[in-house]
């Protein structure tokens, strides 16, 4: 069965960094794309980026090409991202999801709060 | 960007159809593949996959939800619907990056 492991909650500071994981068990990462995607407080998803965990390759949405940095271990069969200088704006919730055929499997989710 | 446009909001009595509808600003679709994925997201919870490709069911979902559509126009259908698929439904296309998403339509019972 493949699981997609998002840990906890965020509280982070405004123009600080928070680093997700996204944790993968039941698929190797090298064989699929992982992607990020957010959702602000009752509005719709949002793309932000997608890796290539086999050669590190990244893409980002325009908007978030100076906010989200993408990573993976293929180790640990685990995803990362980066949110830089945080906002309140960032406020969300982050989801990463693998691509098989569309957007197959979703990890639960991380709420990011960003409050002074 | 590919924009995708769906109505906010469905109200259908239960055990009746449901038609979503999702339009792009452009054609989605390849010589091959309708590059078009529907989704359901119920409050709390993570999108589901329920269609990829415009009409094919994805793993474990019901037979009686089903899509169609190519080019701009799509459609995902549930029929019968019941009580347990009270969500929004998003659909999404993969034509080409960047990845975006329909607004959403919440389903709601009469």
């Known amino acids: 069965e493949v699981q997609l492991q998002q840990y906890g909650a965020e509280l982070g500071k405004p123009g600080t960094s928070v680093k997700l994981s996204c944790k993968v068990s039941?698929?190797?990462?090298?064989?699929?794309?992982m992607h990020w995607v957010n959702q602000r407080p009752g509005k719709g998803l949002e793309w932000i980026g997608r890796i290539d965990p086999a050669n590190g390759n990244t893409i980002y949405a325009e908007k978030f090409k100076s906010k989200a940095t993408l990573t993976a271990d293929t180790s640990s069969n685990t995803a990362y991202m980066q949110l830089s200088q945080l906002k309140s704006d960032d406020t969300a919730i982050y989801f990463c999801a693998m691509e098989l055929r569309g957007l197959d499997y979703w990890g639960q989710g991380v709420m990011v709060t960003v409050s002074s | 960007d590919i924009v995708l446009t769906q109505s906010p909001a469905l109200a259908v009595s239960l055990g009746q159809r449901a038609t979503i509808s999702c339009r792009a600003s452009?054609?989605?679709?390849?010589?091959?593949?309708?590059?078009m994925h529907w989704y359901q997201q119920k409050p709390g919870e993570q999108p589901k996959l329920l269609i990829y490709d415009a009409s094919n069911l994805a793993s474990g979902i019901p037979v009686r939800f089903s899509g169609s559509g190519s080019g701009t126009d799509f459609t995902l259908t549930i029929n019968p619907v019941q009580a347990d698929d009270i969500a929004t439904y998003y659909c999404q296309q993969s034509r080409e990056l960047p990845l975006t998403f329909g607004s959403g339509t919440k389903l709601e019972i009469k």
């Open positions: 039941g698929y190797n990462i090298r064989s699929t794309y």
């Open positions: 452009q054609s989605v679709s390849t010589s091959s593949y309708n590059l």
